[in-house]
């Protein structure tokens, strides 16, 4: 089955700092990929997606690349402030039967930005 | 417009009782779906509900959960009864159109379960 392996956290950066959350899926045909955020407090929410190979998803800072070749989609921000500390969850969509789909995610990463 | 709202956000229940959750969803989305975060393990799916029909229930763990969605708004998932295995976070989301091709969907912010 359709599977999404992301790095282990906990990931604790200073502001500033380079951001990179790698993440690499198992998937049948193509599925289209995503990256979610969970803020203290709150939901999940959309952070970026790709649904073809070599589509770039971007959004407040951060891009993802969809690697069809690499079978990857990590994630990646220049420079990380206080308030994106959160966890962090990489999801494909694939087909979960006849025409259902649904959303895989990994295991999520727990990021800490210190001032 | 409001989001997708789940109630309650926290419930701690002993072993044997029984919890429903409830879920409201985005309104005009037809579809809904629950999904659960048990600790320390990858966010799964559970079902999927289309208006009022179980679209894929696929990822139901087991015949002590039952989900509904009488009407085709709000849901409901009952465990009955809880078991110290369920402890973790239910999310529910909802989306005018399914997941294939890269549809959004919109998530809740989770009820938290612990059953003691």
């Known amino acids: 089955g359709d599977s999404v392996t992301q790095m282990e956290g906990p990931v604790t950066l200073s502001e500033e700092a380079f951001l990179t959350i790698n993440c690499t899926y198992t998937?049948?045909?193509?599925?289209?990929l995503f990256w979610y955020v969970q803020y203290p407090g709150e939901g999940l929410q959309l952070l970026l997606k790709?649904?073809?190979?070599?589509d770039k998803g971007s959004n407040k800072g951060f891009e993802a690349t969809y690697r069809k070749e690499t079978t990857s989609f990590h994630l990646e921000k220049g420079s990380v402030q206080v308030s994106d500390s959160a966890v962090y969850f990489c999801a494909l969509s694939g087909r979960s039967g006849g025409s259902n789909y649904k959303l895989t995610f990994g295991k999520g990463t727990l990021l800490t930005v210190n001032p | 417009e409001a989001g997708v709202t789940q109630f309650p956000s926290h419930s701690v229940i002993e072993k044997g009782q029984t919890v429903t959750l409830r879920c409201d969803p985005i309104?005009?989305?037809?579809?809904l779906y629950w999904y659960r975060r048990v600790m320390g393990k990858e966010i799964k799916f559970l079902l999927h509900?289309?208006?009022?029909?179980?679209?894929?229930e696929s990822g139901m763990p087991n015949n002590r959960f039952l989900a509904e969605r009488t009407g085709g708004t709000y849901s409901t998932l009952k465990v009955q009864p809880a078991e110290l295995e369920d402890s973790g976070v239910y999310f529910c989301a909802s989306s005018p159109m399914g997941i294939g091709a890269g549809n959004t969907i919109y998530f809740g912010e989770g009820s938290w379960l612990t059953v003691v």
């Open positions: 998937a049948t045909g193509y599925p289209s």
């Open positions: 790709a649904t073809k190979a070599d």
């Open positions: 309104s005009g989305h037809d579809n």
């Open positions: 509900f289309v208006k009022e029909s179980k679209q894929d």
